[in-house]
């Protein structure tokens, strides 16, 4: 019950990988985040591809987005709504 009401988290350089993404998409709170920092975690383009509605803020730096970056974002950001496909 403590986190249904958490708005940002920095979960940088945690090792995540596509598996931590996934745990953490899967998480009850995860769609009442604002501020999500997952910069320095190994996480390509793909692994990064699906926000909470509400997102303002997003740090993906440090991670293998190549030369595209997320196709549309950037790969660091603090930034205002995501527009989609990040939703």
């Known amino acids: 019950p403590y986190l249904d009401s958490l708005e940002e988290i920095n979960l940088s350089g ?3 990988g596509p598996g931590g993404v ?3 998409r899967a998480a009850p709170w995860f769609r009442g985040l604002r501020g999500l920092e997952l910069a320095d975690n190994g996480l390509g383009a793909a ?3 699906e926000w909470p509605p ?3 803020s997003l740090d993906v730096s440090d991670n293998r987005l190549g030369p595209g970056g997320m196709g549309g974002g950037a790969s660091r950001t ?3 709504p995501l527009d ?3 939703e």
């Open 22 to 24: 996934a745990a953490l």
């Open 14 to 16: 945690n090792d995540l």
């Open 78 to 80: 603090e930034c205002g």
């Open 84 to 86: 989609p496909p990040y």
């Open 47 to 49: 692994d990064l591809a």
């Open 54 to 56: 509400g997102l303002a």
